[in-house]
């Protein structure tokens, strides 16, 4: 199977969601044949972790083709010695390049560090998502000013090189909503899409903070929703649509206080807008999402798009005490080429140093 028919292989997803145990009353949204989960999980060939640092953990992992076709890797890391928790206030992006996807990557400079106190992104810089946008490079994150999740602030750094230097905001490109909306915590987890209509499309993820106080998962806390904003000009301003937020998992019933997502990477094909993510109770916290739409707006049901690492016979050592989401894949993002995903790219604990790197997937 090729790359073209990469969206069709997501859409199995339903029989790779029986073979895991999920049941759920509902029709594909996509007619197919009926295949075997062996077919489905060779849409990603695993090709194993890149970037194992041994004094950080690495997430993040957001790669593009630059001018010199090489893979430039934008990524976050943080020391070791602050524990997986050190991403909200400990966290750095950096730029790793290699010749080809799979690696290997060769660190090559830190681009955005925390600035300090007074700043907006005073304590970690994390989330990268880089794109080529009008002739620039724009670099999308997530910064924090005080090491809490209710300033978690998106914003933009742009670039004429992939080498830099970045322009860094002085403000953040996107706030959160007034107090009691589904918005008021946070923004983070930015995504983004340039409209075939020409406009600049944000998706970002938040919650309310009455909801994340008064929770009674001491895990999971709040509802983990996705809006979108819109702006004319790819510096903003950015205009939050009237009908945010645009994907919301609370609507499914019984225990929907866990039936949410986060970490969107979005993009268009064959007319359509398309949508990887992690899945946070839908089916399983060990899975990821496929959610696809016409207009960018209304997203149908997810499927399961992929699966823990285990799945794909990576065979890893017992987890260690301290890592609790050992095995499982987050933050996905897609390596393009024409307009089309190559490679798929997530973060996932474990490895070498037990900390946390990159995992790669080829597209297949």
Sequence with gaps: ???????????????????????????????????????????????????????????????????????????????????????????????AVADRPEGPYVYQQTVLTPRGPGYWDATTCHNPHIQYVDGRYALFFMGCANGKTDTKRIGLALADRLEGPWTRPDAPLLLPGDEGAWDDHCT??????????????????????????????????????????????????????????????????????NKQFEDAFVWQ??????????????????????????????WRYPKVAFLPLRAYGVQEPPAPKNLKRYGRLERPQLLMKDGKPEYLFCASQGGRYMTASSFVFKII
């Design 269 to 298: 094909q064959h007319g359509r807008f398309h949508l990887l993510a992690r899945d946070m109770g839908v089916y399983n916290h060990e899975v990821g999402l496929y959610l696809d739409s016409k207009d960018g707006r209304q």
């Design 188 to 257: 983070t987890n930015p995504a983004f899409v340039r409209h075939p209509n020409g406009q600049y499309w944000l998706y970002y993820k938040s919650w309310n903070t009455r909801e994340y106080q008064t929770s009674k998962d001491p895990v999971v806390r709040g509802n983990r929703k996705y809006g979108l904003a819109v702006a004319d000009r790819l510096e903003g301003p950015y205009r939050k649509f009237a009908g945010n937020p645009v994907i919301d998992f609370s609507r499914l019933g019984d225990n929907a206080q």
């Design 1 to 95: 199977m090729n790359r073209r028919t990469f969206l069709t292989g997501l859409a199995l997803a339903p029989f790779a969601r029986a073979w895991a145990g999920f049941v759920r009353d509902e029709k594909p949204s996509l007619l197919l044949p009926k295949r075997s989960l062996a077919r489905f999980s060779r849409h990603l060939r695993p090709l194993g972790r890149v970037l194992e640092m041994e004094d950080y953990f690495v997430w993040c992992n957001s790669p593009i083709y630059g001018p010199d076709g090489r893979v430039h890797l934008f990524f976050s890391r943080w020391p070791k010695s602050r524990g997986m928790g050190g991403w909200l206030n400990s966290c750095e992006i950096c730029r």
